[in-house]
Every structure is written in C-alpha cells, then in structure tokens.
C-alpha cells in the first residue's frame, strides 16, 4: 500500500517533526509512506500523486474509532492501486473546492487541532491501524 501525506507548512517545533518521523517510521514496515509539505492551501491539489484515491482531513468529516478508520483504510487500499493520499490544510484548513472533490472527509477530533498536530495524530492513527489489520499488539482497545 502507498500512503502520501500531503501537508500545508514545515513541521516546527522539532517536537512534532520529531513525533512524526517517529510515527512514519514504523508505518514504512507496513506501507511505502511520503510525505509531502507545500507551502500553501493552493499547491495542495497538485501535489496529490496521479491516481490516488484523497482523503481530506476535515472537523466536520467522518470520524471512526481506531479499528474503524482501520477498516477503512484496508478498504481505500484495495480500492486503489495507486495508493491515498491524506490531505491536511493550513490554519485555514483544506480550500473549500479541494475538500468537495476529494473522495473521502475525514475527522481524527470533534475539537480543532493545530494542523501540524493533526499530522502527527494522523500519522499515529495510521501505525494503529496497521497493527490492527495485522493483529499486532501496539492496538490494545479490548
């Protein structure tokens, strides 16, 4: 499975970048992960890879728990041989015609989070996932 995250700005603090290098580390031994910043809300679209399937990060998308999003995820994969591509807006969020054309919207909170924090939320829930669909212990919701 290919998984791109496509996110306004540079990660800073070096906490976040720290925490999501972390997190993409251990998701690249279940999936080839990219991660792709853009400078602003506009240069988002065409940054998306040819063919991928586009999951935008939204307050008001879809929100799972954890073996949903996981279940949702495997679903995306197989649905797409190109891969998803998660996209994540500035402090504005996702341009309002980006957001309609994506093929899914996703919530990971109810609550408005710092994009860069998103990032590293996203990212975590991605690694959860995958231990999920493999049965690994790292997911311990029982």
């Not at 991928?52 to 197989?78: H, I, P, Q, Y």
């Not at 341009?95 to 093929?103: E, I, K, T, Y």
Request: charged share 25%; glycine share 8%.
């Amino acid at each position: 499975m290919k998984i791109a995250v496509i996110a306004v700005g540079k990660m800073k603090p070096t906490y976040y970048r720290e925490a999501m290098d972390d997190y993409l580390g251990r998701l690249n031994h279940y999936a080839s992960v990219s991660e792709i910043e853009v400078r602003q809300d506009a240069a988002l679209a065409r940054a998306i890879p040819k063919g991928m399937t586009t999951v935008a990060l939204e307050v008001n998308g879809k929100a799972f728990d954890s073996r949903g999003l996981a279940r949702s995820l495997e679903e995306w994969g197989s649905n797409c041989k190109s891969g998803i591509a998660f996209l994540i807006g500035g402090a504005e969020g996702i341009p309002a015609d980006l957001s309609q054309r994506a093929d899914f919207r996703l919530s990971v909170s109810s609550l408005t989070l710092p994009h860069r924090m998103a990032r590293v939320l996203l990212a975590e829930q991605l690694y959860r996932s995958m231990t999920i669909l493999r049965g690994e212990p790292y997911a311990r919701e029982d």
